[in-house]
């Protein structure tokens, strides 16, 4: 009966002490691949919590950044989108490359962050995965909840299957 007690108490601990640890590990809650194909284009992510951020819309340039700001030859390869929805859902979008070349004014009205709800934030097209939210992540409606989007875009569509990659995590 001693040694049951004993076990118990032991296995009672371990979980007391392990549990908070489960819970902080970072979990994924969704990705999108976009591949090398004609129809595979867009995709975008609900969540039940929403961004406690403004819209923010990442543009990926594919010849680098700017000086004076936008990408080089105005050459956008991806768009990534971090919103809230009128239905009161996080929402997470990624969008590659159109059949006509991406810019600010042809987003589809479909498209979560449209130009003028957000300054575009203008990355340099790297072809590995690039954070997005920050080391902190992105704040959420949930307290203690922040969430993590990275993004890879792949610099040369012809060498793989998979074009564009997007995922996101909590923090």
């Known amino acids: 009966m001693l040694r049951r007690i004993k076990l118990l108490t032991a296995l ?42 403004p819209p923010l819309l990442f543009v990926f340039c594919e010849s680098g950044v700017s000086p004076t700001g936008g990408c080089v030859n105005q050459a956008i390869s991806d768009f990534v989108c971090v919103n809230n929805n009128q239905a009161g859902e996080g929402t997470v979008a990624m969008m590659s490359d159109l059949e006509t070349s991406l810019s600010l004014g042809n987003i589809p009205p479909d498209f979560p962050c449209q130009p003028g709800a957000a300054p575009p934030i203008f990355l340099a097209e790297t072809g590995k995965m690039q954070i997005l939210s920050g080391k902190a992540g992105f704040p959420t409606s949930v307290p203690g909840l922040f969430i993590k989007v990275s993004a890879q875009s792949d610099l040369d569509p012809t060498t793989s299957v998979t074009s564009d990659i997007l995922t996101v995590s909590t923090k």
């Open 12 to 53: 009672s601990l371990a979980v007391c002490v392990l549990t908070p640890l489960a819970f902080s590990a970072p979990v994924t809650l969704g990705k999108i691949t976009l591949n090398e194909s004609p129809y595979e284009k867009f995709g975008q992510l609900f969540f039940p919590f929403q961004f406690a951020t």
